[in-house]
């Protein structure tokens, strides 16, 4: 998604524009730009750079002493609307340069206001959606004011957008809109910010307030003013961010993904801890308001996309085996377009570790409007998301930064699964015993993911082993079903390599017939109620010369005659054992990706966070 940054100071902000463009590089773009008011020269103009690539591109064109100025925005852009091309970076201007404007979302109504717009005379430099936006603030800065202006063209966008935008007729004021798309405050010391995620600003201050849907801010170095996009002045408290920037950077690692892999361990730590009292027992502070209401549901329906929805697959097995409720799992962009049956009985869970993921967020106001009782699972404090469901459950990842998601969702599983055996309780269905038992067994789990990790170096050797295989097939079952189909997405989706997912025993229902001397098959056969079946898969595949690469439990000596390569893993009860299965997926899609030479964290094609269909 696009990324933007903006900073209005009593120092230079050309270098904190460029900086914070880096930390949103995440989020995934193919070009970049800046626009600044500098201090010098007699009369007020932008200088602006823009660029296709890479920020390190847009620098060579930065000389910044002509970009020594206290009032900025910047943008890395993720192209909708026109090619990357240095016409469609932003920022964008209006047609006498004196309004530019930045933009993360998509405004559906471009076509007609452009129409409108080429009638009344104006000249387009881009192919962008996002240009409308200055050459309509253009035509009403000529009757109202910046602030008035801004809140009549919101109203007239649909669609989603972020903006950040500055007049030249007010040279030390910043604004900034949010509807659909994600933007925040950074309320400095003498300055004051706008950015998309937190990471752009966090060096400089850690006080954030969360721009809610329909708000227009207008941000000077010493004071921060928010309205409705009606007019009607807003109050918000900023936000203490916890987490350091350094959460955020590599620290040490080659790349985000591999950082993110390995603190799985104390990520998973701290989310489990958060809903584990000192007696032992499950809690879920966030939900004690609505415990009345939760013993009502009868039905549960969880939403997301991409990993989070593997992870509500997860869960699924966990509520019904435990809980006895019936729990449909439905990828979100399928559930807001099916007129789907809620009511205020249906417990409605949207997974997400962005909290911005539009389809998700559509999903969650659908179930709100037919009265479900919604909960979001989310990683980011005061997206989104969180914002506008009835109640959230946060996992405790911290900052994930690579497009492939591996800690948030171990991280979402552990919570599922502990939820799982919260509900249970509540609903009488499991005893207190049984509950504290499963509850010492997933607090052995952060030791044993450990413990996997210590197979990086064996699983990148399979890697190299298997990387010009063209296509790969995962297969599992029952709990770790789902992660079939996310070791499957991983390599998909960071070495470009085809793969899929399978539940095992699906094969002889026409995979099989893949199967060859050349096919990989990924096979997660642990210890468990299916254990005998995959080892039947298994001889299966070998009958047609597939190989096995075989995720097993330690000490399992039967499974070396079958397999080709195995990946251990310690044991554990089978309701738990995706938290450890996972992990060789995550590492064997990531040493492929190395090996292939991809770009990891920021792969061709995709972002971090979805925030458009
Ligand atoms: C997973 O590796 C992908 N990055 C993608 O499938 C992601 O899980 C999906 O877009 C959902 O994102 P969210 O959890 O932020 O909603």
Redesign the pocket.
């Known amino acids: 998604m696009c990324g933007i940054i903006g900073c209005v100071s009593k120092r230079n902000v050309s270098e904190i524009i460029i900086n914070g463009l880096k930390r949103l590089e995440y989020r995934g773009y193919d070009s970049a730009g800046l626009a600044v008011i500098p201090d010098s020269g007699h009369k007020k103009s932008f200088h602006f750079k823009k660029t296709a690539g890479k920020i390190s591109a847009l620098e060579t064109l930065i000389n910044h002493a002509d970009f020594t100025g206290t009032i900025g925005i910047g943008h890395t852009r993720w192209a909708t609307h026109g090619i990357p091309a240095e016409k469609n970076a932003h920022p964008h201007f209006s047609c006498d340069k004196e309004v530019v404007v930045v933009h993360n979302g998509i405004i559906e109504n471009y076509e007609e206001l452009k129409e409108g717009l080429l009638k009344r005379g104006h000249k387009f430099s881009s192919d962008t959606d996002t240009e409308v936006v200055a050459h309509l603030l253009e035509e009403y800065i000529r009757k109202y004011s910046p602030l008035g202006s801004l809140q009549r063209v919101t109203r007239i966008l649909t669609g989603s957008f972020a903006l950040g935008v500055i007049f030249l007729k007010e040279p030390q004021t910043l604004y900034g809109a949010r509807c659909n798309s994600p933007l925040i405050i950074g309320a400095g010391d003498g300055e004051n910010f706008i950015a998309s995620d937190v990471p752009a600003v966090l060096p400089y201050t850690r006080k954030i307030i969360y721009i809610d849907e329909g708000q227009v801010v207008r941000l000077t170095a010493d004071k921060i003013n928010i309205f409705g996009f009606d007019g009607h002045p807003h109050r918000a408290l900023p936000t203490e961010i916890k987490w350091d920037i350094k959460d955020a950077e590599k620290g040490g690692y080659p790349h985000f993904m591999l950082k993110e892999i390995f603190e799985q361990p104390s990520a998973v730590e701290s989310s489990i801890s958060y809903y584990i009292n000192s007696k032992g027992c499950g809690e879920f502070k966030s939900l004690a308001n609505l415990k009345e209401r939760i013993k009502k549901i009868n039905r549960i329906v969880i939403t997301?996309?991409?990993?989070?929805?593997?992870a509500g697959l997860v869960g699924k097995y966990a509520l019904e085996e435990l809980c006895r409720v019936p729990v449909e799992v439905s990828i979100?962009s399928e559930f807001r377009y099916g007129n789907p049956v809620l009511d205020n009985h249906t417990l409605f869970v949207a997974?997400?570790?962005?909290?911005?993921?539009a389809d998700?967020l559509a999903a969650l106001r659908e179930a709100k409007c037919a009265k479900a009782l919604t909960i979001a699972l989310c990683?980011v404090v005061g997206s989104s998301?969180t914002r506008e469901a009835d109640s959230t459950v946060y996992t405790y990842a911290g900052p994930e930064i690579s497009?492939?998601?591996?800690k948030?969702?171990t991280c979402?599983i552990s919570v599922l699964l502990l939820f799982a055996v919260y509900l249970a309780r509540l609903l009488g269905n499991l005893s207190s015993k049984k509950e504290k038992q499963l509850l010492k067994e997933i607090k052995t789990i952060p030791g044993k993911l450990k413990t996997v990790l210590k197979s990086s170096d064996e699983i990148r050797s399979f890697a190299h082993k298997y990387k010009n295989a063209p296509n790969f097939m995962y297969i599992a079952r029952r709990y770790n079903f789902p992660n079939a189909y996310e070791g499957a997405?991983?390599l998909k989706?960071i070495s470009y390599t085809h793969a899929e997912g399978y539940g095992a025993g699906e094969m002889k229902h026409g995979p099989l017939a893949l199967v060859d001397n050349t096919f990989p098959t990924v096979t997660i056969a642990v210890k468990s109620l299916v254990y005998e079946k995959m080892l039947s898969n298994i001889q299966e595949i070998k009958a047609r010369r597939g190989i096995i690469i075989a995720v097993a439990t330690e000490g399992d000596e039967y499974i070396k005659h079958m397999a080709d390569d195995i990946i251990y893993v310690p044991e554990t009860q089978e309701m738990f054992s995706p938290l450890l299965t996972v992990l060789p997926l995550q590492l064997l899609a990531y040493h492929t990706a190395v090996a292939k030479g991809r770009n990891v964290d920021q792969p061709r094609n995709?972002a971090?966070?979805?925030t458009v269909e």
Not at 351 to 357: D, L, P, R
Not at 403 to 406: E, F, L, P, Q, R
């Open positions: 997301a996309c991409g990993t989070a929805w593997h979100a997974i997400s570790q962005s909290g911005e993921t998700t990683n998301i497009v492939a998601s591996t948030a969702y979402q997405l991983k989706e995709l971090k966070s979805v």
